[in-house]
């Protein structure tokens, strides 16, 4: 069984060809990041207009590079929810219309749920992946964390989840754009705050963890803004300094310390729940997803303090791509999920678990 899956929920134009929910045939990424990169974060009607001009090749490669054509298909996989509108159309009509001209199957995808069956992935020809070695079990905890979401969801098996909790104002990977912004490092914020936290002393600061009255729910919000008044104590200014000039005031070994802090603080904090959540619920495994997954301090904390191994996505399965969405439309057909209407199917952008 072979599955197309399509994803364009946000600034990437992604297609892809899984093979009975755990090989990868192909996984074609077409990024308009670097253009967003100039205005420090995600251009909505940009994006929408690079998904127009990419979504028919970026398909016709995914199907080229798994050596199949569309009689090979047995199934289209489309993200329809959450992400920006202008993008989420896109992809779905896209999709609609191969299902309508080809006769495939289709299903509807959420995004979220999407970065978790990327880790159901274990085998593919193409060169340069380290996939794991096997699929995760159930009952099986997950900790989603990226640009929009942190969410820590305890699957009870395939389509059958309890969320624990999730973040009440920023996400964690929103926290760190925000963060980069003030250090003036480039977006995205993520890569660009690891890169020089390296050189940095993550017990230089110490940064607040938000308390919150569900234990398993998050807040960046504050730990964003102690961020902000650490700088500006740092270089003896007041709080109506303009932001965007307080970056050239700070010195190289300032931002450093501050970026290993705040890196520091953040994935502590999703780390010490999911440990909470994993001592309390004993699930068989833990997986996370997400663009944050592909953060190293993320995983070295998560290795250093559970006692089972944790699954992990190939770095290139992390942020959005087709094959997380492909993914999740195998086991949409294998379990006999409802199908969508290919001729009524809608975006919702504000789908959530």
């Given at each position: 069984?072979?599955?197309?899956?399509?994803?364009?929920?946000?600034?990437e134009t992604a297609?892809?060809?899984?093979?009975?929910?755990?090989?990868?045939?192909?996984n074609?990424?077409?990024?308009?990041?670097?253009?967003?990169?100039?205005?420090?974060g995600?251009?909505?009607?940009?994006?929408?207009?690079?998904?127009?001009?990419?979504?028919?090749?970026?398909?016709?490669?995914?199907?080229?590079?798994?050596?199949?054509?569309?009689?090979?298909?047995?199934?289209?996989?489309?993200?329809n929810?959450a992400?920006?509108?202008?993008?989420?159309?896109?992809?779905?009509?896209?999709?609609?219309?191969?299902?309508?001209?080809?006769d495939?199957?289709?299903y509807a995808?959420?995004?979220?749920?999407?970065?978790?069956?990327?880790?159901?992935?274990?085998?593919?020809p193409?060169p340069?992946?380290?996939?794991?070695?096997q699929?995760?079990?159930?009952?099986m905890?997950?900790?989603?964390?990226?640009?929009?979401?942190s969410?820590?969801?305890?699957?009870?098996d395939?389509?059958?989840?309890?969320?624990?909790?999730r973040?009440?104002?920023d996400?964690?990977?929103?926290?760190?754009?925000?963060?980069?912004k003030i250090?003036?490092?480039p977006?995205?914020?993520?890569?660009?705050?690891?890169k020089?936290?390296?050189?940095g002393?993550?017990?230089?600061?110490?940064?607040?963890k938000?308390?919150?009255?569900?234990?398993?729910?998050f807040?960046?919000?504050?730990?964003?803004?102690?961020?902000?008044?650490?700088?500006q104590?740092?270089?003896?200014?007041?709080y109506?300094?303009?932001?965007?000039?307080?970056?050239?005031?700070?010195?190289?070994a300032?931002?450093?310390d501050?970026?290993?802090s705040?890196?520091?603080?953040?994935?502590?904090t999703?780390?010490d729940?999911t440990?909470?959540?994993?001592?309390?619920?004993?699930?068989?495994?833990?997986?996370?997803?997400?663009g944050?997954?592909?953060s190293?301090?993320?995983?070295?904390?998560?290795s250093?303090?559970?006692?089972?191994d944790?699954n992990?996505?190939?770095?290139?399965?992390?942020t959005?791509?087709g094959?997380?969405?492909?993914?999740?439309?195998?086991?949409?057909?294998?379990?006999?999920?409802?199908?969508?209407d290919?001729?009524?199917l809608?975006?919702e952008?504000?789908?959530t678990?």
């Amino acid at each position: 069984m072979r599955i197309l899956g399509i994803e364009t929920s946000c600034d990437e134009t992604a297609a892809a060809v899984v093979e009975d929910g755990h090989k990868l045939l192909s996984n074609v990424v077409a990024s308009s990041m670097d253009i967003h990169a100039q205005y420090g974060g995600v251009v909505p009607e940009i994006a929408a207009r690079s998904h127009i001009e990419a979504i028919d090749p970026v398909i016709e490669q995914a199907l080229t590079e798994a050596n199949c054509t569309w009689n090979d298909i047995d199934g289209i996989a489309v993200t329809n929810g959450a992400g920006l509108g202008g993008s989420l159309l896109v992809g779905v009509l896209a999709a609609r219309t191969a299902a309508i001209i080809h006769d495939k199957p289709l299903y509807a995808c959420n995004h979220v749920e999407g970065h978790v069956y990327a880790n159901f992935l274990t085998e593919t020809p193409l060169p340069g992946y380290v996939m794991p070695d096997q699929q995760p079990k159930f009952p099986m905890l997950a900790l989603i964390v990226s640009g929009g979401h942190s969410q820590l969801v305890l699957f009870r098996d395939h389509f059958d989840y309890h969320l624990l909790g999730r973040t009440g104002d920023d996400a964690i990977g929103e926290a760190f754009d925000k963060v980069a912004k003030i250090l003036g490092l480039p977006y995205p914020g993520g890569p660009s705050v690891s890169k020089i936290a390296i050189d940095g002393d993550s017990k230089k600061y110490k940064f607040p963890k938000a308390k919150m009255a569900n234990k398993y729910d998050f807040s960046f919000s504050g730990l964003k803004t102690a961020v902000l008044r650490t700088v500006q104590h740092e270089i003896s200014v007041g709080y109506d300094f303009p932001s965007f000039e307080l970056a050239e005031r700070l010195s190289s070994a300032q931002k450093a310390d501050i970026a290993a802090s705040f890196q520091f603080t953040a994935v502590e904090t999703v780390v010490d729940k999911t440990v909470m959540a994993f001592e309390e619920f004993v699930p068989k495994s833990v997986v996370i997803a997400g663009g944050v997954a592909a953060s190293p301090e993320l995983r070295r904390q998560l290795s250093a303090r559970l006692p089972i191994d944790v699954n992990y996505a190939d770095m290139k399965l992390c942020t959005d791509n087709g094959a997380m969405i492909a993914t999740l439309g195998c086991y949409k057909k294998l379990l006999h999920q409802k199908t969508a209407d290919p001729y009524s199917l809608d975006i919702e952008p504000n789908l959530t678990m």
